[in-house]
Every structure is written in C-alpha cells, then in structure tokens.
C-alpha cells in the first residue's frame, strides 16, 4: 500500500454539490435557497438562537444556578459528629477517610453540634467555631493549628 493508491471507502464520500448549473440539477436559479428573505441573500444570516426579534429561548428560561471556578467552599462539621467516630486525634484526612468531607483540598469548619458526649478529643488543622473550641476545651480536649476561615473569621 502506498499513500497515492489510498481513497475513501465505497458510500463514504458525497459529490460536491453544484448548484446554478440549471432546472435539471435540481438546484437551479435560486440554488435551494427559496425565494426572497434574509437566507437567501449573500451574507444575509443571523446569529445562533436568533428568533426573528422573539425572545430567543436561552434568554426566556429562568437562570438557574452557578458555580465559581476556583472559589474554595468551607465544609461544615458538627462537633456532635465527632464524637462518633472512634478517633481521638481528628484533621482533614482522618474526615476524608471515614467519608464526612467530600473534598479533602478544601477547608473544612467544626461547628458546635446539638448534644456532646463527655469525651476529650484532639483536633489538628481545622477551622473551629468559638463555641465548639470552647466545649472541646471544657470536656479536656485540644484544639492546635487551627487554620484561619476563608470569610475571615
């Protein structure tokens, strides 16, 4: 095989269409664009979703949603939630992988949950609430390295 001997397969090519080559051709005189109107000018078109001056569909439905490339979401944990698990020591990997954070590369923030069990507990590179750091201290616990909130608190 050698690349001058190389063509399309059977069926998989059309033949150009020529048009204004006569009644015969089937796209004679107007050349299958109709009579009159915008289409069948030279350059006479319009842009996508252009309804003839209706409001065009994108702009009549309702916006719905949208997400900020880049923006960083604090994930919120509650303090009660912590307590259940069997750890002592608690920071975003142990949270990914017991499945309580979606995204280990985003910060996530301890809150003051309903009710606590008295358990002293460690938390280690967490964003805490006033409150939830104060019960941690309060039941013996330790909070180190907190990482200042994104909002600034």
């Known amino acids: 095989m050698k690349l001058n001997t190389i063509k399309p397969g059977i069926g998989s090519?059309?033949?150009?269409?020529?048009?204004?080559?006569?009644?015969?051709?089937?796209?004679?005189?107007?050349?299958?664009?109709?009579?009159?109107?915008?289409?069948?000018?030279?350059?006479?078109?319009?842009?996508?979703?252009?309804?003839?001056?209706?409001?065009?569909?994108?702009?009549?439905?309702?916006?719905?949603?949208?997400?900020?490339y880049g923006k960083r979401r604090v994930q919120e944990i509650k303090l009660s939630t912590l307590q259940l698990i069997d750890s002592d020591e608690f920071n975003p990997s142990i949270l990914y992988d017991h499945g309580l954070i979606k995204n280990i590369s985003n910060p996530v923030k301890v809150i003051l949950g309903n009710q606590l069990t008295k358990r002293a507990i460690k938390i280690k590179g967490l964003i805490i609430s006033r409150g939830a750091k104060e019960a941690v201290e309060q039941m013996g616990g330790l909070v180190e390295l907190t990482v200042k909130d994104v909002n600034g608190v």
């Not at 842009?47 to 949208?66: A, D, H, S, Y």
């Open 13 to 68: 090519t059309k033949p150009k269409r020529r048009v204004g080559r006569g009644i015969g051709s089937g796209l004679g005189k107007t050349c299958g664009r109709g009579h009159k109107g915008q289409k069948s000018r030279a350059g006479g078109f319009h842009k996508v979703g252009f309804e003839g001056g209706q409001m065009p569909l994108q702009r009549r439905l309702p916006k719905r949603g949208f997400t900020v």
